[in-house]
């Protein structure tokens, strides 16, 4: 692959890398944010470790806590439990909240102003709505350096392979 392809190979890093960043930050916002949501009280109605198969073996575990609550008098639901929730490969993690929001039990529900269908039960940012943006600036940082540094790279190793063939001179 030239420096041209590396250049094209690299803005799929950067572009992927920005898009997921800017995800994760407004993710991050958003999490800030629900520190000021509103509070109401809900029920759980079903909590449970959900499990999922990929097609190489591992097994990813997430916290599936479905809650209700009212608002306005308008009955709400959701399963979210903090912004930017994630699975793991570890079950304790998720057996850990399920623990804590078994059902059947009352809750407090912080729940967005502006949308009362968007709910979560733990406010604030959590280790876990970083993911998103580190994983968006490892990929950007990744990609910015193979489009910066790639291609002089490759035209060095280039040059030193010319450098050592043979010149042949035909008269």
Not at 48 to 70: I, L, P
Not at 119 to 132: C, H, P, T
Not at 137 to 165: H, N
Request: proline share 5%.
């Amino acid at each position: 692959m030239g420096p041209t392809g590396v250049r094209l190979f690299s803005l799929i890093f950067i572009l992927v890398g920005g898009v997921v960043f800017c995800f994760g930050v407004k993710s991050l916002f958003i999490a800030n944010a629900s520190k000021s949501w509103p509070t109401v009280q809900g029920k759980v109605i079903s909590s449970s470790v959900d499990s999922k198969r990929s097609d190489k073996g591992g097994t990813t575990y997430h916290a599936e806590v479905f809650y209700e609550y009212k608002v306005g008098g308008q009955t709400q639901s959701s399963n979210d439990v903090a912004v930017g929730g994630y699975g793991s490969s570890n079950p304790s993690h998720a057996r850990r909240i399920v623990n804590k929001y078994p059902a059947g039990s009352t809750i407090t529900v912080h729940y967005s102003p502006s949308n009362p269908s968007k709910a979560v039960l733990e406010a604030g940012i959590s280790r876990q709505a970083f993911f998103l943006p580190g994983f968006g600036a490892v990929f950007f940082g990744a990609g910015l350096a193979m489009f910066i540094f790639m291609p002089g790279v490759i035209q060095r190793q280039q040059a030193a392979r010319d450098v050592s063939r043979p010149r042949v001179t035909i008269k």
